[in-house]
Structures are given as C-alpha cells and as structure tokens.
C-alpha cells in the first residue's frame, strides 16, 4: 500500500487547509485511516481517525471542534479539513493506514502504512 499526502501550506492563524492522502489499496475501504502529525523537536502525535467504513471517526482534543476527517472510498483518498489553524498546529502531517485491529487507536505502531507527509505551517 502507497499512500500520497498532500495540500498542506502556508495559512495565517485562522485560516483552513485541507489536506489529501491517496491511497494505492485495491481494498481501501477495509482500512482504518488516520493522520498524526510532528513538530519541531516533538514526538508525532496522533490528530484523527477514521473508520473504513468512514460511519465513524475520532479526534485528539487539541483538534477537536476544529478539523474534520473524511474519506471517499470510489477514490481512495482519506481527506483532514483543518480550520481555525492555529500556530500550535504547525507541523509535519502525515496519514497512516491500519489493515488490522482496532480502528479508533491513537498508537503509530498500530498502523501498518505511512505516507511521507506534508508541511502546514501557520503563521501568527
């Protein structure tokens, strides 16, 4: 499985972005996707989830309220609509594919398939 992110930028504190990770699985909609992120001098932290069925998804706190996830499985593209960035949002994100196990993990172990991520950097 190949995963492409893309879409992340330069945005001013408030502003949104989205980003897009593209899948190469023939069986995309059997996989639990999710997107973490790491900045500076940080360890990677996990931001959201999302079933494969796309019925359910779940969000660290700090994005709560504020990024949504998606997916469109005729596409195998998993989506992360950022908005109201902040500069603590920063970093380089990446989204993850998890073939087995539970869906809603927050662990990077758990997941089997990276993409190479994307900045976002947002400025003050």
């Not at 001098?41 to 959201?48: G, H, I, M, P």
């Not at 949504?68 to 902040?86: E, F, G």
């Not at 994100?93 to 087995?100: I, V």
Request: net charge positive.
């Amino acid at each position: 499985v190949q995963l492409q992110a893309s879409g992340g930028g330069l945005v001013q504190a408030g502003g949104s972005l989205r980003l897009s990770c593209a899948a190469s699985a023939r069986t995309f909609s059997s996989y639990a996707m999710g997107w973490f992120r790491q900045a500076p001098e940080k360890e990677r932290e996990f931001v959201a989830a999302i079933k494969g069925s796309g019925s359910s998804t779940y969000f660290a706190d700090s994005v709560k309220g504020r990024f949504t996830i998606s997916r469109d499985n005729a596409k195998n593209t998993v989506y992360l609509q950022m908005n109201r960035l902040k500069p603590e949002d920063t970093a380089v994100y990446y989204c993850a594919a998890l073939t087995y196990g539970f869906w809603g993990t927050t662990q990077q172990r758990d997941y089997d398939y990276w993409g190479q991520g994307t900045q976002v950097t947002v400025s003050s």
